[in-house]
């Protein structure tokens, strides 16, 4: 079992940064996949970013990229998301997630473990 916990949410004016932080149990973190998802009202959740256990190579979601980071601590369990130039259309609950198998996966249905999600406002 895995129990994630997201944090750095909030609210933003447009052009603004957040960073979020996903915290992880267990002792074989850095032997996950990690991914962040968001979903907004009335629509799927969306893949926004991933990374593999090793870190070294990673997978945006052309809405975000060259705006959104991801990054890993393994010695801290801990997965962030910085997010620079918000944009209104980012407004979403934002929700980090665990796959046990370890790739930088892409779809919902390969993640394993979820968070309870971090809301994101962004103003305009």
Do not use: H
């Amino acid at each position: 079992q895995v129990q994630l916990v997201e944090s750095g949410g909030g609210l933003v004016q447009a052009g603004g940064s957040l960073r979020l932080s996903c915290a992880a149990s267990g002792r074989t973190f850095s032997q996950y996949g990690m991914g962040w998802f968001r979903q907004a009202p009335g629509k799927e959740r969306e893949v926004v970013a991933s990374l593999p256990w090793s870190g070294d190579r990673t997978y945006y979601a052309d809405s975000v990229k060259d705006r959104f980071t991801i990054s890993r601590d393994n010695a801290k369990n801990t997965v962030y998301l910085q997010m620079n130039s918000l944009k209104p259309e980012d407004t979403a609950i934002y929700f980090c997630a665990v796959a046990l198998t370890g790739i930088c996966a892409r779809s919902v249905n390969e993640y394993d473990y979820w968070g309870q999600g971090t809301q994101v406002t962004v103003s305009s």
